[in-house]
């Protein structure tokens, strides 16, 4: 038996392992590329749903804003009937806040009755025992919650990313 000799064509090997190294820096450069375009993608998902809860507040703080100042300008007319118009402009209000609220929130159902008192109320005298400020209290306790709510959202997702 002999030895058996190889002839190695050095050339073509590096050629071959060059190829090699390179696919896979081009390979993981497209991962890595992907994996920030992902990243970057859902951070500006997530952005967008902080900005829409943001607007959805908003919303709500001018619809509850909106309600005491339509609700306290509804009159009775000569017949002791109220204005159609008052009513359907204030029930507008009510049911966008209805329509924006959380259910889940704690005073959701005690802003809804005192909505709906104050709707009831015709006489200068009964809206001032019902009181506007009442609505204003509960809406402000249940707009500083939202905020707060999409304030720790944020600091959640900061001290995610």
Do not use: C
């Amino acid at each position: 038996m002999g030895v058996v000799s190889y002839n190695i064509d050095w050339p073509v090997l590096s050629a071959i392992f060059t190829a090699l190294v390179a696919s896979a820096i081009a390979l993981y450069g497209s991962w890595r590329a992907n994996r920030i375009a992902e990243k970057n993608l859902s951070a500006s998902i997530d952005l967008e749903l902080f900005r829409h809860r943001e607007r959805r507040v908003s919303e709500l703080r001018e619809a509850i804003s909106e309600f005491v100042s339509s609700a306290s300008a509804i009159k009775k007319n000569d017949q002791g009937h109220l204005w159609r118009d008052d009513v359907a402009a204030t029930r507008k209000f009510s049911s966008k806040i209805q329509l924006l609220m959380d259910t889940s929130d704690e005073d959701f159902e005690i802003l809804l009755s005192l909505m709906m008192n104050e709707l009831g109320a015709a006489s200068p005298e009964e809206k001032k025992q019902i009181s506007g400020e009442h609505i204003y209290t509960v809406g402000r306790r249940i707009l500083k919650r939202a905020d707060e709510k999409i304030e720790n959202e944020i600091r959640r997702y900061n001290a995610k990313n």
